[in-house]
């Protein structure tokens, strides 16, 4: 029996009792024009309290014929951009509302309270404004803003400007000064990226002794307490004989900062994918926890307990290929695989509980390099969940042939998964679906311009900064319990020594091909000598190049040698004259390591032309007397390749 249907049962119900009860009451009912009944007193009282029942049942009635539904839970609120503007919608159902107008807006980011706005606007601005558009106004007068970071449980914003790192609190106009330009001890200098430990109590930032039109002479992580009181040196790169260290964040339980870091100073090696480190937060002796992390923010996931990260290790700029899901201890140890070489999978996202891990996957089919093989093979891209405890049991979410899913975030309740999607045509959208499974809904249909001078599907090798885009307040923000940071001593009034940098470039291994009674070739102008098998082939010119090679291999399936100058005085300076050459698009990775004693690096190459596979640069000081290095580049079988070039030596 429906609840309409009920209600009218219990009407008919209350008026046949009304009526009874009176009848009752009343005694003998006598018809009778002459006769007048006295009042009975009883039956009066009587019918008063039946009707307050009445009326008390009919209240209770009414309240249950009117059906009630479950109420939808709040998933908070998006900020995203669309044609170049800030938007805001409340999910799962909110109306978009349209917050700026001149179409030079991205990388929206909401305060912890989800009642005000950072965003960028054009090149080099960075704008505040309240969460429904008014109060809007320009950080450091208008000027240039390089890094701006919210405070992890209040509205406060620290953003890195000429005048060093500052904190502005949102309904504030005076900002404070927490860093200057120049640290104590350095000459004048820059400021990197900056992150706030999770308790809000301190912000670790890069910065290096740098002047327009100089050389880099230093760089370092630092960290400030958030009312500027200590200040305090945490490691020191190396730079520029090393690569810049390039903060990650913190880990969630504040005991480590995380980085990346290069053994040389290179562009080229950098956008190949370089170390990850861990460094005790009160400073010390960082630890590696992966060799080969690419420097994208969403490689990189803190697990809610702090104790564990969620990486993306794997080099090769491309993110189609060579790419797999692992969780490492922060304080190292050896990684956990979710994930299999089978997948090129990235983006990991921790559950709220910290018991599963969302991301992205695809089918690892080698280097797609660009263009079309490149788009069709992204197309494949999926939303699949994993635990991480126990056997890896993993669940695809998602299975729609028309888009290619990205970037997963969840809810705070765990229950949802907020996804981006881009179809054939490159159009961007973002989705909800729960995570128990079901088809997915829209909640954005579009998100532009995406980030980037390539075409939008292709991003960056394959990578889209979807941050750039899009921004999930999902509730209130707390800071984690239980956050402990070292002390840290008093401030640095001098210059301090040098701290531990990465241990140096280890001898290229012994090859498992011996060359027997090989000839030797030797280039005085150059200062090497090398050696090669003694039916091969010898063109050379002294001072310029040599080509080395097998005399019954050609095509494709040549064996050779060549040894060639390149412009560039220092190992870095070669790597990316390589990078803007003919072979940059095949460049997956470059390491460092010895040839003949000297420091030396190996670029892995992938389908490049001509067979080509493998390419080491070295530098001998004859050639750096004419400006240049030296390539060693290695055609056919990497393995008698390998062996070849570990007889390469200097001589004076």
Not at 259 to 264: L, Y
């Amino acid at each position: 029996m429906n609840v309409v249907k009920y209600a009218k049962v219990v009407a008919v119900w209350l008026a046949v009792a009304l009526l009874s009860s009176t009848l009752a009451a009343c005694g003998t009912l006598e018809v009778g024009i002459e006769h007048t009944p006295t009042l009975d007193h009883a039956a009066t009282a009587t019918v008063s309290a039946l009707a307050t029942e009445n009326a008390r049942l009919a209240t209770q009635v009414a309240t249950l014929a009117v059906p009630t539904s479950t109420p939808t839970p709040s998933l908070g609120k998006l900020a995203y951009v669309q044609g170049g503007d800030v938007w805001v919608e409340a999910l799962p159902d909110g109306e978009p509302q349209r917050l700026t107008t001149d179409g030079r807006n991205s990388t929206p980011r909401w305060s912890p309270s989800g009642e005000w706005l950072a965003f960028s606007k054009g090149d080099y601005q960075v704008w505040l404004m309240s969460a429904d558009g008014n109060d809007a106004r320009s950080l450091n007068e208008g000027a240039t803003v390089d890094a701006f970071a919210w405070a992890p449980a209040d509205d406060r914003l620290a953003y890195v400007a000429a005048a060093g790192l500052q904190v502005i609190s949102a309904d504030s106009a005076t900002p404070v000064t927490l860093v200057p330009p120049s640290l104590p001890g350095y000459g004048p200098g820059r400021m990197g990226r900056i992150a706030w430990s999770p308790d809000g109590a301190w912000i670790a930032c890069g910065w290096e002794e740098w002047q327009a039109g100089q050389p880099l002479t230093y760089q370092g992580l630092w960290r400030v307490s958030s009312d500027g009181e200590q200040l305090a040196e945490l490691y020191v790169s190396g730079a520029p004989e090393k690569g810049d260290a390039i903060l990650a964040g913190w880990s969630l339980d504040g005991q480590h900062i995380l980085f990346w870091q290069g053994d040389i100073l290179s562009a080229s090696m950098l956008a190949g994918g370089v170390a990850l480190y861990s460094l005790p937060a009160g400073g010390g002796k960082p630890t590696k926890l992966v060799d080969t992390v690419l420097v994208h923010d969403d490689f990189v996931a803190s697990a809610p307990q702090g104790d564990w990260l969620a990486v993306t290790p794997g080099g090769y700029r491309a993110t189609w290929t060579n790419k797999r899901i692992a969780v490492v201890e922060v304080d190292g140890g050896e990684p956990t695989w979710l994930t299999d070489e089978s997948v090129a999978t990235f983006s990991p996202a921790w559950s709220p509980d910290g018991i599963h891990l969302a991301y992205v996957a695809m089918p690892d089919e080698g280097d797609l390099v660009g263009g079309e093989d490149a788009r069709l093979g992204m197309m494949e891209r999926r939303i699949w969940v994993g635990n991480v405890q126990g056997e890896p049991q993993l669940q695809q979410l998602t299975d729609d042939p028309a888009y290619r899913d990205e970037r997963p975030l969840w809810s705070a309740d765990g229950s949802h998964l907020l996804f981006a999607r881009m179809d054939a045509e490159g159009q961007a959208s973002l989705w909800l679906i729960l995570v128990e499974g079901g088809d997915p809904r829209r909640v954005v249909d579009e998100l532009t311009p995406l980030p980037g001078p390539a075409p939008g599907w292709f991003g960056y090798y394959g990578y889209v900064d979807w941050d750039q885009l899009f921004d999930w307040w999902r509730g209130p923000a707390r800071a984690p319990a239980g956050v402990m940071v070292p002390t840290l001593g008093p401030p640095p009034t001098a210059r301090p020594p040098v701290s531990p940098t990465p241990t140096p470039p280890p001898p290229t291994p012994t090859p498992t091909i011996v060359l027997t009674a090989p000839r030797t070739y030797t280039d005085t102008a150059l200062g090497f000598a090398i050696d090669y098998p003694a039916d091969w082939n010898v063109d050379g010119v002294q001072g310029a190049s040599v080509w080395l090679s097998n005399p019954t291999t050609s095509g494709e399936e040549r064996q050779a040698i060549n040894i060639a100058t390149l412009a560039g005085e220092s190992l870095e300076a070669m790597l990316d004259n390589v990078e803007q050459g003919s072979f940059g698009p095949y460049l997956i990775m470059a390491e460092s390591v010895q040839l003949g004693g000297m420091e030396a690096l190996k670029v892995t190459l992938r389908q490049a032309p001509e067979g080509l596979s493998l390419l080491w640069l070295v530098t001998t000081p004859q050639s750096q007397q004419q400006g240049q290095g030296l390539t060693i580049a290695a055609y056919g079988d990497p393995a008698l390749a390998e062996a070849i070039v570990a007889t390469w030596r200097p001589v004076p």
